[in-house]
């Protein structure tokens, strides 16, 4: 079956909310709790070399960043 061009185009509503992607993943403490866990496990994966080097990374990557710094009347009048 033949699709129509309209089918084809991107609309709001066949779009992904990535605001809400946050409510898809569940809370990890909960998680934890139900395999009688706790956030020493966080410690323990920190432990494991990749993991760690990749969270220094990151770290890094986010100290670097370019974050354009504005005076508090200019960024209310972004707003605008």
Do not use: W
Not at 11 to 31: A, E, H, M, Q, W
């Amino acid at each position: 079956m033949a699709k129509k061009l309209s089918d084809e185009i991107a609309t709001r509503k066949r779009s992904i909310n990535f605001y809400s992607l946050g409510s898809y993943l569940p809370d990890p403490d909960i998680v934890l709790r139900k395999q009688d866990k706790d956030v020493k496990i966080y410690r323990e994966l920190f432990c494991d070399p990749h993991v760690f080097a990749y969270s220094i990374k990151k770290s890094r990557e986010l100290l670097i960043a370019n974050y354009p710094i504005k005076e508090l009347h200019e960024r209310q009048t972004d707003r605008d």
